[in-house]
């Protein structure tokens, strides 16, 4: 059984710059979050996928976006880099739709973007 | 009313000692209360889940303590060892919910 996988693990990018992050889900999960976690805070809701389509966003602009493909694979779009999206990004994958609410998330190790 | 706020924000125990994590919410909607254990670079993992229909779970050395009156929970980790240094999180959601509300971490340190 594989974990949730992330890539890139570090990348630096400019202001105003576009970032896509990607995210493999655990055999088997068919649901997928992204998640943001800046430095000494705890993870912050971005959206969910289930079914290829948007299902729950949190506080987060419309410059964040996402997809998730066929095989539950996901990723997670950034446009208009601001230096305030510095952060680590969780993705998280899990079955069925509330996952958080019923069952456990399954966290990949993040990816870690600075904006300079 | 959509907050977890999580203390202290880091902690020192003694190897052997009882490390205790405090968290308080405000939505009575919550209904399953996760902790999470987060190593350097690595992503939160399940340590431990609460619903409000008891007041306490343990799982090994880990338990969680739940007061609905007071919408408060917490975790003790018994005889804490070097190896329980990490980040923990609390988090909470309500059913039906897509997402967990996290509080903002405790750095735990355990000195040998």
């Known amino acids: 059984e594989t974990g949730v996988t992330q890539s890139p693990t570090h990348l630096i990018k400019t202001r105003g710059q576009q970032v896509t992050l990607r995210c493999s889900s655990q055999?088997?999960?068919?649901?997928v979050s992204w998640y943001q976690q800046a430095l000494g805070q705890g993870p912050q809701f971005i959206f969910q996928?289930?079914?290829?389509?948007?299902?729950g966003r949190g506080n987060f602009p419309p410059r964040f976006s996402g997809l998730q493909f066929p095989n539950y694979s996901s990723e997670l779009n950034v446009n208009a880099l601001e230096l305030d999206d510095s952060a680590l990004y969780l993705c998280?994958?899990?079955?069925?739709?509330?996952?958080?609410?019923?069952?456990?998330?399954?966290f990949g190790e993040g990816s870690r973007l600075t904006v300079l | 009313q959509q907050q977890v706020k999580q203390s202290p924000q880091s902690l020192i125990v003694q190897k052997g000692g009882i490390s205790i994590i405090n968290c308080a919410y405000e939505?009575?909607?919550?209904?399953?209360f996760p902790w999470y254990q987060q190593f350097p670079g690595k992503g939160p993992a399940l340590l431990i889940a609460?619903?409000?229909?008891?007041s306490e779970k343990k799982e090994g050395r880990f338990t969680i303590s739940f007061n609905k009156s007071a919408k408060q929970f917490s975790l003790h980790i018994m005889d804490s060892q070097p190896g329980d240094s990490a980040t923990y999180f609390c988090?909470?959601?309500?059913?039906?919910?897509?997402?967990?509300?996290f509080g903002q971490g405790t750095r735990l340190t355990i000195n040998p």
């Open positions: 055999s088997g999960h068919n649901t």
């Open positions: 609460i619903r409000p229909d008891v």
């Open positions: 988090a909470a959601s309500r059913r039906g919910a897509q997402k967990l509300v």
């Open positions: 998280a994958s899990s079955l069925g739709l509330a996952g958080g609410a019923t069952g456990e998330l399954f």
């Open positions: 996928y289930y079914r290829e389509e948007e299902n």
């Open positions: 939505n009575t909607a919550f209904d399953y």
